[in-house]
């Protein structure tokens, strides 16, 4: 078997009604239902808000969830490195925005490619050093990138770090031949993981107004950010009604790992998306009096943030610890009744994006019936 296939023995049930049940384990599965209903609500507050939604990558890395995303009218798709963009232009979508500054001479040349084969093609910088090569390559390859400014606000991993220094990026983009200001990039994904909707919607809203300064700095330089682009699945609520952004960059939404799961998405703690997004697998050893074991370890479920949620047998009380490469256990709790061996189980991954790039395909399930196994594309790419 190639790698970015499914294996034979799953590729034979696609289309039969009991698919899911018969899958050889572990296997990455993808609840269409609730896939289809995450996309179209995201969509939908977007669309009501009547501002843009560029969804990411990096979560799904798949072309077929890249393009229901289109479908649902994303205006672009965003992309942390080259490779995940050089795949997803498969999809025919016409702007992407390359999330992560774009440095070297190597990477600058494959931008320029990649530029000839999107429409619009978005760079971020945050340091005037990067500016020279970035032209340079944009020149030779006879074209004109579009450039954001990234702005740090407060995750202290890339960006311009204070307002000036916004500013003076900014400034030298515009004087640099071959480069275009179109805008800024202002992404909190350290807001993302707090717990409390309250505590999470003040500080996006301190976050935003330093956003607010560093577009009134602009402009005053007379540099107009035409893309305002950042927020995130789990601040969308504050972020479409900030008046800040253009567009939103929501990444996890369409999958829900079991860290949103844990978060207040709203106000009242209502369902804002659901999970789609699990790993099958089954229970290969009950010789235990407190545990089970099961064919999920550590190749199979992303160990970075913390435990999988156990969600079938839906009525076993147990806990989700790693035990290896390819094996985990399940910690029966109180009384609870011991699955028996060979026990189907399905865990909610801790972490999505870090989950999906653990597996060859995703299995796209409808009820019991397996409907399609779709390519992780950009798994392991750089």
């Known amino acids: 078997m190639e790698s970015g296939e499914a294996s034979p023995a799953n590729a034979m049930l696609v289309g039969d009604p009991e698919g899911r049940e018969k899958l050889a384990t572990p296997a990455l599965l993808v609840d ?22 560029r969804p990411h990558t990096k979560g799904h890395k798949c072309l077929e969830i890249a393009r229901r995303q289109i479908d649902l009218g994303a205006a672009g798709l965003c992309c942390t490195t080259l490779a995940e963009a050089e795949l997803m232009a498969k999809t025919g979508v016409s702007s992407i925005l390359v999330t992560s500054p774009v440095v070297g001479d190597a990477d600058t040349a494959r931008l320029a490619v990649l530029h000839q084969r999107v429409p619009q093609i978005l760079c971020v910088v945050d340091d005037e050093a990067s500016l020279p090569a970035l032209g340079s390559a944009a020149r030779k390859a006879g074209g004109n990138f579009d450039v954001l400014v990234d702005v740090d606000v407060g995750q202290k991993r890339t960006g311009a770090p204070t307002i000036d220094s916004v500013a003076a990026v900014a400034q030298g983009v515009e004087t640099t031949a071959g480069l275009t200001f179109a805008g800024i990039q202002a992404y909190y994904g350290h807001l993302q993981a707090i717990a409390t909707y309250r505590d999470r919607a003040d500080k996006a809203r301190l976050s935003q107004a330093y956003v607010s300064d560093c577009i009134q700095r602009l402009r005053e330089a007379g540099l107009e950010p035409g893309i305002v682009s950042g927020g995130g699945t789990g601040t969308l609520l504050v972020d479409v009604e900030s008046g800040v952004f253009t567009e939103l960059q929501l990444g996890s939404y369409p999958l829900l790992d079991a860290q949103y799961q844990r978060e207040q998405l709203t106000p009242d703690d209502s369902p804002l998306f659901t999970p789609s997004l699990f790993v099958r697998g089954k229970v290969v050893s009950a010789r235990q009096p ?34 290896g490469d390819e094996h985990g256990f399940l910690i029966i709790l109180g009384d609870a009744e011991r699955p028996a061996l060979e026990t ?10 870090t989950t999906t790039n653990l597996h060859a395909v995703i299995h796209a399930v409808r009820g019991q019936k397996l409907e399609a196994i779709w390519p992780i594309a950009a798994r392991g790419v750089w």
């Open 344 to 353: 189907a189980v399905e865990l909610v991954p801790a972490h999505c994006d």
């Open 32 to 53: 269409l239902d609730s896939l289809e209903a995450n996309l179209g609500a995201a969509a939908s507050i977007c669309r009501e808000h009547g501002i843009a939604l």
């Open 290 to 323: 407190d545990r089970v074991t099961i064919n999920v370890g550590m190749k199979a479920v992303s160990t970075d943030g913390g435990p999988a949620l156990l969600v079938i047998p839906h009525n076993l009380r147990a806990d989700y610890q790693f035990a």
